[in-house]
């Protein structure tokens, strides 16, 4: 089965906490993706990876932190500094922007 | 900077109908523009791309234009069933790797 796998799929963080949200992929994209969703708003880019060991922010990168390596994978940490943390983070795998698949999402909500 | 509009942010029209769902984007200088369908807690599955130098592309009951003169790109549904409610969101790329996203448009389908 191909595709984007994304872990877990509902995560709840404390006060204080650092979280960490799993993306895998087998599709052999170099490019890999971390979107921020809130209601009522378009997506936002939290953090990009062109390939591995390599990596770049996004529009709303403060607060987060990301790895890239090995191909398959590119998690997100939701750090502390991170204020507002509760949404629905999407990750997404592709060649470039005309072709971006993406995984079922996690939703975080800070308690 | 490019900004993407989605008008109106919700619409619910009974089984059946033809509609028209609306982007608007303030930059005219887009190489594509792309439709995506997001299903309630779920991820992203991409529509259709439709490059610049197109004026239409189609997709079983799907049809999208776009016209760069003015701005605005359409996805046209025909037939509406019950199984197209979902939320429609459009995005056009301002580089290689990013894009910019519309809010969508949440559309419901009356049996």
């Known amino acids: 089965d191909g595709g984007i796998t994304q872990s877990p799929k509902y995560l709840f963080r404390k006060e204080g906490q650092n979280v960490t949200l799993s993306c895998e992929q087998n599709?052999?994209?170099?490019?890999m993706y971390w979107y921020r969703q809130d209601p009522g708003q378009g997506l936002r880019l939290i953090y990009y990876?062109?390939?591995?060991?390599?990596?770049q922010k996004g529009d709303i990168a403060e607060g987060y932190s990301v790895s890239r390596e090995k191909k398959e994978s590119f998690p997100l940490t939701v750090t502390s500094a991170q204020k507002n943390p509760t949404a629905f983070y999407l990750c997404?795998?592709?060649?470039?922007?005309?072709?971006?698949?993406f995984g079922p999402g996690t939703r975080l909500t800070v308690l | 900077k490019q900004e993407v509009t989605q008008i109106p942010a919700a619409l619910s029209v009974p089984e059946g109908e033809n509609l028209v769902l609306n982007c608007s984007f303030t930059?005219?200088?887009?190489?594509?523009l792309q439709w995506f369908r997001q299903d309630p807690g779920k991820g992203l599955t991409s529509l259709l791309l439709?490059?610049?130098s197109q004026r239409e592309q189609t997709s079983g009951r799907l049809n999208a234009s776009l016209d760069k003169s003015s701005g605005r790109s359409t996805l046209y549904i025909a037939a509406s069933q019950p199984g197209d409610s979902a939320t429609y969101l459009c995005?056009?790329?301002?580089?290689?790797?990013?894009?910019?996203w519309g809010a969508g448009t949440k559309l419901i389908i009356k049996p």
């Open positions: 997404a795998a592709g060649a470039n922007t005309d072709t971006q698949y």
């Open positions: 599709l052999n994209h170099d490019a």
């Open positions: 990876s062109q390939i591995v060991n390599d990596f």
């Open positions: 930059d005219s200088a887009i190489y594509n």
């Open positions: 439709i490059q610049s």
């Open positions: 995005a056009v790329p301002y580089s290689n790797y990013q894009l910019i």
